[in-house]
């Protein structure tokens, strides 16, 4: 099964991700861990997002679609994944029903996390982040073992600029502008589309995302 997480930042998508895949022993298909992966090993998808990357500029779709295209051709065809952060826009979301079909493979579900901007801007200004394997924590919800370290590499967490407060308003907008036309895109596919609570604690959001998918829960 492929489901696809959907939701303004800050609303849950990679933590409400990792629990979900972790539980069932799925992969995940997250464009940063991607783009991490490519741009460390140095690979020419890698190099390609690094002129881009280092000028602060978007990685073109071709550029993420391949990157997807060689994870998903890498993936045992019987394995489930999560999809977080991809797709972003209508272009990688055709190119994506595109691709599963050429492997035999298709998107099962689309869940969207939902949740009110004052609850998303408390989330992003809380969020601390790894530098070192990309592991995202909060001081409200989800707090590491160690203040301010990572549970996984022991990194000193850092709070991103795109983190902070007075940048949120702007994030939520090109959210809207950009990538909540996929709900419509997906609303008008045969892909089931389910809108899900995403306020809560992390358990009960995770039981809200396995009702929604017809999953035992915990």
């Given at each position: 099964?492929y489901?696809?997480?959907?939701?303004?930042?800050?609303v849950?998508?990679?933590t409400?991700g990792?629990?979900l895949?972790?539980?069932l022993?799925w992969?995940?298909?997250v464009?940063g861990?991607?783009?991490?992966?490519?741009?460390?090993?140095?690979?020419a998808?890698g190099?390609q997002?690094e002129h881009?990357?280092?000028?602060?500029?978007?990685?073109?779709?071709?550029?993420?679609?391949?990157?997807?295209?060689?994870?998903?051709s890498?993936?045992?065809?019987e394995?489930?994944?999560v999809?977080?952060?991809?797709?972003?826009?209508?272009?990688?979301?055709?190119?994506?029903?595109?691709m599963?079909?050429?492997?035999?493979?298709?998107?099962?579900?689309?869940?969207v996390?939902?949740?009110?901007?004052e609850?998303?801007?408390?989330?992003?200004?809380?969020r601390?982040?790894?530098?070192k394997?990309?592991s995202v924590?909060?001081?409200?919800?989800?707090?590491?073992?160690?203040?301010d370290?990572?549970?996984?590499?022991g990194?000193?967490?850092?709070?991103r600029?795109?983190?902070?407060?007075e940048?949120v308003?702007h994030r939520?907008?090109?959210?809207?502008?950009?990538?909540?036309?996929?709900?419509a895109?997906y609303?008008?596919?045969?892909?089931p589309?389910?809108?899900?609570?995403?306020e809560?604690?992390l358990d009960?959001?995770?039981?809200?995302v396995?009702?929604?998918?017809g999953l035992?829960?915990g």
């Amino acid at each position: 099964m492929y489901v696809i997480l959907l939701g303004p930042p800050g609303v849950g998508k990679g933590t409400q991700g990792v629990l979900l895949a972790d539980h069932l022993g799925w992969d995940r298909v997250v464009t940063g861990d991607l783009l991490r992966a490519a741009r460390a090993q140095g690979t020419a998808l890698g190099q390609q997002a690094e002129h881009y990357m280092d000028r602060g500029e978007l990685v073109p779709d071709t550029v993420m679609i391949d990157m997807v295209r060689d994870k998903l051709s890498s993936m045992p065809a019987e394995l489930g994944a999560v999809f977080d952060g991809f797709p972003r826009t209508d272009a990688q979301a055709s190119a994506l029903t595109m691709m599963l079909g050429t492997l035999g493979r298709k998107i099962a579900h689309v869940v969207v996390l939902q949740a009110t901007d004052e609850v998303l801007v408390r989330r992003i200004s809380g969020r601390r982040s790894c530098p070192k394997c990309g592991s995202v924590y909060n001081v409200f919800q989800n707090l590491p073992e160690v203040e301010d370290t990572c549970d996984k590499d022991g990194s000193a967490l850092t709070h991103r600029a795109d983190d902070q407060p007075e940048t949120v308003p702007h994030r939520l907008e090109v959210y809207r502008k950009l990538t909540e036309p996929l709900i419509a895109y997906y609303d008008a596919s045969p892909v089931p589309i389910h809108h899900v609570d995403g306020e809560g604690s992390l358990d009960e959001i995770q039981n809200n995302v396995r009702a929604a998918l017809g999953l035992a829960q915990g």
